[in-house]
């Protein structure tokens, strides 16, 4: 398809005459040389402008350039070894589309309620467009590698009437069918879809009403969801750590720039290949109190512990076998210590804490029913889900990686709101 011309395809067009549409960044003028950094999305490019070529007039437009106006500047291209694009632009001719005056957000620092309340323009900075390109490729390497691994993508309601995981619903009134709920996870409906289809994943939005407030929770955020037939934990923790290792190396090798603009020491990520380490709950809670800590076997890991824990690692390791009572209702229980179920959690290193969780799924009918009577869930919004082992059950595992705490990872971000366009927290709701 025919485009406009944008600032990433200026390298082919050395010697060229142009017109390339953009927003000004900054303007700097040393005696009668103005120099002119435009962006567009693509790049950024230099535009330079000689007082005594120009004429008065252009010369006045761009001396006028505010930060943010909107321009189409006209020039030839001419090759640059210096600047960030590999070509700079000699302007010839500069029309202002839209001016824009006092841009709220300047070059000098701000607070981060300030630019969370200017999220919709923050987003033109230019740190931010790095994570949000990042973001994107990591969305589209998930894509490509189940794709690529012959799974079916199954896209999973938002509305449900029943509840996925423990902990807070989005709860509305739905029609005269009483109360629907924002899922929580789309897992319950993949397992239905790999009974059909063997090898699926689902990856969408998920909600979830927590007053957390902490540098790893959202009240919306992403998760992309596997869910395969015939796959027992073992496997289960294979895939997690060949689809994360593929993920990871897929940044590093199409976004190295975007990674080199955010300063992240990627030595860290160069180093997630598979294996990854594996520690049992059992043998986790061991070495906390080891270190120092006071978890007691039966609690859940908190956030602190599994930073504490993943430090011990030079790659991400997976905690698994987890008691019964911490983990969700649908886990298979472990045959080896009924205590425990056959799930896992894969903690990311550096501080980023869970980024999957993962289990297989109890395919025993009475086992089921008597988790979900034991967690006093309303039965009645299960039958379809305990069909599933009344009509050919199957072993079967899967697991959900929050896209936002990998993305803030692999980024390096202190914290994951930065990684969503527009993060929804307890406290923010706009822009
Ligand atoms: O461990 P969780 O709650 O697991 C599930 O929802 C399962 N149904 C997944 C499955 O087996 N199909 O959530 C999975 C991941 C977490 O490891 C974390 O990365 C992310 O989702 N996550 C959150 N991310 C941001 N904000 C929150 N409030 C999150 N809660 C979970
Ligand atoms: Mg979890």
Redesign the pocket.
């Known amino acids: 398809m025919q485009d406009h011309i944008r600032i990433r395809d200026l390298p082919a067009r050395a010697g060229e005459s142009v017109t390339v549409r953009g927003w000004v960044m900054t303007t700097r003028f040393s005696g009668k040389i103005g120099f002119v950094v435009l962006r567009d999305g693509t790049g950024y490019l230099q535009m330079v402008i000689s007082k005594s070529e120009a004429g008065q007039a252009l010369w006045e437009t761009v001396r006028q350039l505010t930060q943010e106006t909107s321009v189409a500047a006209s020039g030839s291209i001419r090759a640059d070894a210096r600047s960030p694009a590999g070509v700079e632009l000699a302007l010839a001719d500069l029309q202002v589309i839209g001016p824009s005056a006092d841009f709220p957000i300047t070059p000098k620092e701000h607070g981060t309620s300030f630019l969370f309340e200017h999220r919709h323009l923050w987003l033109r900075s230019r740190r931010q467009v790095a994570i949000l390109k990042v973001r994107h490729e990591v969305e589209q390497a998930i894509r490509d590698y189940y794709h690529r691994e012959g799974f079916y993508l199954v896209d999973s309601p938002i509305l449900t009437a029943a509840q996925?995981?423990a902990g807070g619903m989005f709860e509305t009134e739905y029609f005269d069918l009483g109360k629907a709920y924002l899922a929580?996870?789309g897992?319950l409906y993949v397992e239905a879809a790999a009974a059909a289809l063997g090898k699926v994943y689902c990856f969408g939005p998920t909600f979830?009403a927590?007053k957390s407030k902490t540098r790893?929770?959202?009240t919306e955020?992403w998760?992309c969801?596997p869910e395969v037939a015939w796959y027992d934990s073992n496997d289960n923790m294979r895939l997690q750590e060949d689809f994360v290792s593929y993920v990871v190396g897929r940044t590093l090798e199409r976004r190295r720039e975007e990674l080199k603009e955010l300063e992240r020491d990627t030595s860290t990520l160069e180093r997630v290949t598979p294996p990854f380490h594996r520690i049992s709950y059992n043998d986790a809670v061991a070495k906390l109190k080891a270190l120092g800590g006071n978890i007691e076997w039966g609690q859940d890991l908190g956030g602190d512990e599994e930073t504490q824990l993943a430090s011990q690692f030079d790659k991400p390791v997976f905690v698994f076998n987890y008691p019964k009572e911490v983990k969700a209702f649908y886990m298979k229980r472990n045959p080896d210590d009924p205590r425990t179920v056959l799930n896992n959690?894969c903690l990311a290193p550096e501080g980023y804490g869970?980024?999957?969780?993962?289990?297989q799924r109890e395919d025993d009918y009475d086992i089921l029913l008597s988790r979900i009577r034991e967690e006093k869930l309303p039965e009645e919004a299960y039958g379809w889900y305990l069909d599933l082992r009344r009509y050919g059950t199957f072993v079967h595992s899967?697991?959900?990686?929050?896209l936002?705490?990998t993305v803030g990872w692999i980024c390096g971000t202190p914290h994951?709101r930065e990684v969503i366009a527009f993060p929804r927290m307890m406290h923010r709701l706009w822009p």
């Open positions: 996925g995981e929580q996870t897992q979830r927590e790893r929770h959202l955020f998760m969801e959690d869970e980024i999957i969780g993962g289990s899967g697991f959900g990686l929050g936002e705490r994951i």
